[in-house]
């Protein structure tokens, strides 16, 4: 038996990007198919990437740094970035598990009690109006997942965390970057406002 890893450098040729690949072969890892009455074998070829390829983009209110126009979430932001990473290096275990762990930092932020169970969390962010029924629903599906991976060893599949990362991504949005949208969008209009001239004054005859 025998293995071999070839690396690559490799370079984008749109944007230049720079990055490493391997390729792994085994002796015991082949496929093999009848052609003319003759069996062909080809060797199976396992790739990897440094940095990882991105698994999912982030949405644009997430950038490097910040997540876009809101002030002090920096520990959500954290979060955030390092869900991304365990993503993007195939690990669905930690990712379902970041899942949850974002849940509670942003439930934190919105002055929810970090003591309080799961389901006494949900309560408090229905009684403040940050989530609606429909809202529960899916955050008790994506958290759930995140409990199974931490204390059941469930291994989740690519779809179930594309499902649950979208039920935090609707959830942080809703909750922290459109009220602020909205916030910045009132502002301008009040500023135009004053700019506007009013509608000229006519006297009844």
Not at 4 to 31: H, N
Not at 116 to 136: C, G, Q, Y
Not at 178 to 192: G, S, V, Y
Request: glycine content about 4%; aromatic content about 10%; some cysteine.
């Amino acid at each position: 038996m025998w293995g071999r890893t070839d690396w690559y450098i490799l370079q984008c040729k749109e944007c230049d990007y720079v990055f490493a690949q391997t390729d792994d072969t085994w002796s015991e890892a082949y496929s093999h198919h009848d052609e003319d009455g003759q069996e062909h074998y080809e060797l199976e070829h396992m790739y990897d990437y440094w940095p990882a390829l991105s698994k999912r983009d982030k949405p644009e209110w997430i950038g490097d740094n910040s997540i876009s126009g809101v002030k002090d979430v920096d520990a959500l932001h954290t979060a955030m970035m390092e869900l991304y990473g365990a993503l993007n290096s195939n690990l669905p275990m930690l990712s379902a598990i970041g899942i949850r762990t974002c849940f509670d930092v942003a439930s934190e932020l919105l002055e929810v009690d970090p003591a309080l169970t799961f389901v006494e969390k949900l309560d408090a962010l229905m009684e403040a109006k940050h989530i609606r029924e429909v809202d529960r629903k899916r955050l008790e599906v994506a958290v759930e997942a995140g409990n199974a991976s931490a204390h059941r060893g469930w291994k989740p599949t690519a779809n179930d965390l594309a499902t649950t990362m979208t039920i935090l991504e609707h959830f942080i949005f809703d909750a922290f970057v459109q009220p602020n949208r909205r916030k910045k969008l009132d502002e301008d209009a009040l500023k135009m406002k004053g700019t506007v001239p009013p509608k000229p004054f006519r006297r009844k005859k």
